[in-house]
């Protein structure tokens, strides 16, 4: 993680300061300056693709410093669309995740919404929430009717 992205994100920053750090402390495999991008709540949410909902600080410490047992998660956002109010900001990205596997390192595209409220300590991390992606989405074609409204409800 670069200095200024940290202190960028420990003093106020923006969102998208604590979003750099947040994906810096993957890459580095560090978990305290992962947990310092999360609000101090016990209501923050994470959600791995396909794993279980993890609530509160607690649980999402214990899922990340599991992975990182396994090594550094090298994950970079991409194709980041933001939706920013006064006090909260939520950011879709394409994750792009490099993963090791025994035949050699491959690439796994990963749907993710961060959402951000402003807190007393600056703009954290409330929820992250991860599912697969497809291969349109790796590379950069959006899905049809995108930018309008849905027709399909979930």
């Keep these: 993680m670069t200095r200024s992205s ?6 106020g920053g923006s969102p998208d300061d604590t979003e ?6 993957l890459q580095a495999g560090d978990i305290e300056r992962l947990m310092a991008c999360w609000a101090d ?11 279980p909902r993890l609530l509160g600080p607690g649980a999402i410490r214990a899922a990340f410093s599991a992975m990182f047992e396994h090594g550094t998660l090298r994950a970079r956002p ?17 994750e792009h995740v490099e993963v090791m596997l025994p035949d050699g390192p491959r690439e796994a595209v990963v749907q993710a919404t961060n959402v951000y409220h402003k807190t007393a300590q600056g703009w954290r991390l409330v929820a992250h929430h991860a599912s697969p992606g497809t291969v349109r ?11 309008h409204a849905a027709t399909v409800l979930h």
């Design 137 to 147: 989405e790796a590379q950069g074609v959006q899905s049809p009717g995108a930018g």
């Design 41 to 51: 709540d016990d209501e923050i949410v994470c959600v791995h693709p396909g794993g």
């Design 20 to 25: 750099a750090a947040f994906y810096e402390a």
């Design 78 to 94: 991409t194709q980041v669309h933001r939706v920013l109010a006064l006090a909260s900001a939520v950011h879709s990205v394409v």
């Design 6 to 11: 940290l202190r960028a994100a420990t003093i």
